[in-house]
Antibody, heavy 120, light 107 residues
Framework: QVQLQESGPGLVKPSQTLSLTCTVS??????????WSWIRQHPGKGLEWIGY???????YYNPSLKSRVTISVDTSKNQFSLKLSSVTAADTAVYYC????????????WGQGTMVTVSS | EIVLTQSPATLSLSPGERATLSCRAS??????LAWYQQKPGQAPRLLIY???NRATGIPARFSGSGSGTDFTLTISSLEPEDFAVYYC?????????FGQGTRLEIK
């Protein structure tokens, strides 16, 4: 059974770069057929899709964040990563990684989420 | 981007009652609409994909319907564990977008 686990610093200073990694277990990113996404949720608010990466390395980012987002994949480690630059307090949120595709046109598997606070 | 509007914002019902949640898209998403359930401190859980297909392990009391711009999630008889926040999401066009959520609370 595929599982996702986010990891990374829980506190980031304003203007710095937020970096998170999602480790995939129980399946291979390289098997194809899935888009690997990052999604965030501001405290007490709804869900915002950040972007995805395919195992080949192709990406698509939410235009609202595109100038600050980079998503990369390391198939040898079965991980994909998020970098969000020039963060402000508005980037404080729970960040989820999720799998999309295969039999579902939806996010069928999610990580547990990791809270990231932007504060000096 | 496609905007999804969910109604009502809050729905107050009792266990055993029927719940009807609505999601309206700003343009057609065909049948590429999903529903998720989220409980406090947990990640969202996929309930329905492609508008009407139940995800693996989802009880039959959950059903989805609709196509184009108007969609409905129905819970036929509420169980205590069903009280949560529900989100719709479209995967017709990137960027994928979510509705703002409907909070289903115990009356």
């Amino acid at each position: 059974q595929v599982q996702l686990q986010e990891s990374g610093p829980g506190l980031v200073k304003p203007s710095q770069t937020l970096s998170l990694t999602c480790t995939v277990s129980g399946g291979s990113i390289s098997s194809g057929g899935y888009y690997w996404s990052w999604i965030r949720q501001h405290p007490g608010k709804g869900l915002e899709w950040i972007g995805y990466i395919y195992y080949s390395g192709s990406t698509y980012y939410n235009p609202s964040l595109k100038s600050r987002v980079t998503i990369s994949v390391d198939t040898s480690k079965n991980q994909f990563s998020l970098k969000l630059s020039s963060v402000t307090a508005a980037d404080t949120a729970v960040y989820y990684c999720a799998r999309d595709g295969g039999d579902f046109n939806a996010f069928d598997i999610w990580g547990q989420g990791t809270m990231v606070t932007v504060s000096s | 981007e496609i905007v999804l509007t969910q109604s009502p914002a809050t729905l107050s019902l009792s266990p055993g009652e029927r719940a009807t949640l609505s999601c309206r898209a700003s343009q057609s998403v065909s049948s590429y609409l999903a529903w998720y359930q989220q409980k406090p401190g947990q990640a969202p859980r996929l309930l329905i994909y492609d508008a009407s297909n139940r995800a693996t392990g989802i009880p039959a009391r959950f059903s989805g319907s609709g196509s184009g711009t108007d969609f409905t999630l129905t819970i036929s008889s509420l169980e205590p564990e069903d009280f949560a926040v529900y989100y719709c999401q479209q995967r017709s066009n990137w960027p994928s977008t979510f509705g703002q959520g409907t909070r289903l609370e115990i009356k």
